[in-house]
């Protein structure tokens, strides 16, 4: 996955078709597992409480490419089940889809992970995510009083975000 | 096209009750296949506790940078997974075939006992002519 090498220093937004409400809740996590963020706009069904929610989503998504690297079939030297595997290392998956929900999930290289739970019709979002991450970096990361590893509190990327996601198809 | 790379069927507990590789570069080793088989359980599972809506039934299709993984769900729990190439056409009409093949030659051979490991001639067979039918026809297009 091409992180660096476009030509376009700034975030550049994917032609939004706007229908509204799909998005129904982000979250973003760094490499150590702590939710820096976590957006909801449409969701009538909460199972567990917060934090158990973020612990469960994260472990999830751990086991999850853990279990992409080891089922690889284009690749023969794989490590063991349940081996931390580096930020790009080993075949990872990007979107999985349920009859009620679309998950879609971006790791950069630095370990952030950016999840993003949709209307299960969604296409694919991958763009997207990167013009998140793209919006992380500038509202975020170039915050001089932002401390990396704690929780986000921009009010500046909050809503940035929530007018991109609400454009999203 | 029609690339199946493997697929698996799990019974209701998670554990694996078939397995057949049509040609995965990566070779798993029997206990790595059990690992993959429940592993997968307890994710399908997972996933529907994290649905922002009632009324999920799991995951249906994982999409990674070199595979698809679709799934199939029956009414009693038995889950039949496929591994196959990115983008690939009707695994889920082929999902629900395997599962009538399941129905024909296991569940009403007599002497299989249920949650055991397959092993009919005649659904292995079935099975393996079916597979190779979806990729000449898909060949052929």
């Known amino acids: ?169 | 096209m029609a690339a199946i790379y493997s697929l698996y069927i799990i019974n209701k507990s998670g554990g694996l009750i078939y397995y057949k590789n049509y040609g995965s570069a990566g070779r798993m080793d029997t206990n790595d296949t059990l690992r993959v088989a429940s592993l997968w359980h307890s994710m399908h599972a997972i996933s529907q506790q994290l649905s922002p809506v009632s009324g999920c039934s799991g995951i249906e299709l994982l999409q990674a940078d070199t595979f698809d993984l679709h799934c199939f769900q029956s009414l009693t729990g038995t889950k039949f997974f496929a591994v196959c190439e990115p983008g690939t056409q009707q695994i889920e009409s082929l999902l629900k075939y395997v599962y009538e093949l399941y129905t024909d030659y296991v569940l009403k051979n007599p002497f299989y006992e249920i949650e055991m490991p397959i092993q009919c001639e005649l659904f292995d067979m079935n099975l393996t002519q079916s597979v190779q039918k979806d990729r000449v026809a898909l060949l052929g297009q």
Request: hydrophobic letters at 35%.
């Open chain 1, 1 to 169: 996955m091409q992180f660096f090498g476009g030509s376009e220093i700034s975030p550049s937004p994917p032609a939004p078709t706007a229908s509204g409400n799909n998005g129904h809740m982000l979250y973003v996590f760094n490499r150590n597992g702590i939710c820096l963020l976590y957006r909801e706009w449409n969701r009538p069904l909460h199972t567990l409480n917060a934090q158990q929610d973020h612990k469960l989503m994260f472990g999830l998504l751990f086991s999850l490419k853990s279990l992409t690297a080891k089922m690889d079939p284009t690749s023969a030297e794989k490590g063991n089940l349940g081996v931390p595997q580096l930020p790009g290392q080993g075949c990872s998956f990007h979107s999985f889809r349920t009859n009620t929900y679309k998950l879609s999930f971006m790791e950069s290289p630095s370990g952030i992970k950016i999840i993003l739970v949709t209307h299960p019709r969604t296409g694919d979002l991958r763009d997207s995510l990167k013009y998140i991450y793209n919006l992380y970096v500038e509202y975020v990361v170039k915050n001089p009083l932002y401390t990396p590893g704690s929780p986000i509190r921009s009010e500046l990327f909050n809503t940035t975000l929530d007018q991109y996601v609400r454009g999203i198809a």
